[in-house]
Every structure is written in structure tokens, then in C-alpha cells.
């Protein structure tokens, strides 16, 4: 028995000097692309609330003519996501809105960029994507007509976070409640 064993213990030392064990070096290129919004609605301001499964990057707004930008790693298997609600309140009173992802680490979208990064124009048509290498802006959505109430809490992702009370004095303390037509 105790040969038996010596056998065995023979042959899988054997076995083991027989394998090659080939090491794989991979590089990570770690991408950082940028997703840029600019307002051209004229003289309002575009109030929006982006994040990913990972990131919340809050309430923004962005003033008449200006843009604001996020930057994002790439993860390791390239489904980085990001997703945006939009609302303006034009000069009527009346509430626009749209969601959509502004960004995803798909062949095909990143495509339609022109590049890893994204650009959105905010126009009062709509919104449009900017192909970075064909220097094109071409329009992906329209803007639906929105009543501000609990409904725009949860599309803007915030309900829970603030009541309709909460976000009024938000609004009002950022100097934006009259652009989007919240009485006083």
C-alpha cells in the first residue's frame, strides 16, 4: 500500500513538472471620457439630475448659452452607464422634460459621439447629440410636456430625498424656482 501511494505521489510530481503554466499580462487602458451638456434654450436655465448605478451627480442647472461637464472612468468591463433627467420651464409656465442615457461604453453609441465622449445641445426643439468628428448636432429627442408634482419628483430621482415643500425652498435657495414655474 505505502508503494502504492510513492506511485502516485510519483506520478502527479511528475505530472506537475510536466505542466506549463503560461502568464497572461493584460493591460487596462483606463478610458476617461467626458459627457459635456450645453444649453442653447436661449434665456432659460436647464435644470437636469445625471447619475450611473454607481455615481449620483445631484441637481445641476446650467445657465442660458453655458455648459457643464462630467468626466468617468471607463470600468474594466466597459458598461459604464450614465443616465439624465432634463427639465426647463419656458417663459409660459409651461414644464418640459426628458430622460435618456447620456452616456454608455457601447460600440454603437459611443459611435453616434464621434468619439469616447459625449456632447447634448438642450434646444427647445429637443435634444441632440453632437458627433465630435463630424461636427454635426443631430436631434434624439423631444421634450415632453411635465406638471410639476410628485410624478417630476421621481422622474428628476429625487423623490424621497425632498418633498414638493423641500424642493420648492431648494429651488428658490439656488434661484431657479421661478424658471420652473413653481408659484410662491
Known amino acids: 500500500m505505502k ?3 510513492n506511485t502516485k505521489d510519483t506520478k502527479t510530481k511528475t505530472y506537475i513538472n510536466e505542466v506549463v503554466l503560461t502568464v497572461y499580462s493584460w493591460e487596462f ?3 476617461v471620457n467626458y459627457v459635456r451638456i ?5 434665456n432659460i436655465e436647464l435644470v437636469f439630475h445625471c447619475k450611473s448605478k454607481d455615481d449620483d451627480l445631484g441637481l445641476r442647472g446650467v445657465k442660458p448659452a453655458a455648459y457643464w461637464e462630467f468626466f468617468s472612468r471607463q470600468n474594466v468591463f466597459a458598461s459604464t452607464l450614465f443616465f439624465c433627467n432634463f427639465w426647463y420651464t419656458n417663459f409660459d409656465k409651461i414644464t418640459f422634460r426628458a430622460a435618456f442615457v447620456v452616456f454608455k ?3 454603437e453609441f459611443v459611435k453616434e459621439c464621434g468619439g469616447d465622449s459625449c456632447m447634448w445641445i438642450a434646444r427647445v426643439d429637443g435634444l441632440y447629440k453632437y458627433n465630435l468628428q ?5 436631434k434624439k429627442y423631444d421634450w415632453q410636456r411635465a406638471v410639476m408634482n410628485d410624478d417630476l419628483l421621481d422622474f428628476a430621482g429625487i423623490k424621497g430625498v425632498l418633498s414638493l415643500t ?3 425652498d ?3 435657495f439656488v434661484g431657479i424656482k421661478d424658471l420652473l414655474g ?3
Do not use: Q, R, Y
Not at 450645453?38 to 436661449?42: F, Q, Y
Not at 463630424?134 to 443631430?138: G, I, N, P, Q, W
Open 3 to 5: 508503494n502504492n501511494l
Open 29 to 31: 487602458e483606463i478610458i
Open 38 to 42: 450645453i444649453n442653447d434654450l436661449g
Open 105 to 107: 461604453s457601447d460600440f
Open 134 to 138: 463630424t461636427k454635426m448636432a443631430v
Open 166 to 168: 423641500g424642493i420648492k
Open 170 to 172: 431648494l429651488l428658490s
Open 182 to 184: 413653481f408659484a410662491s
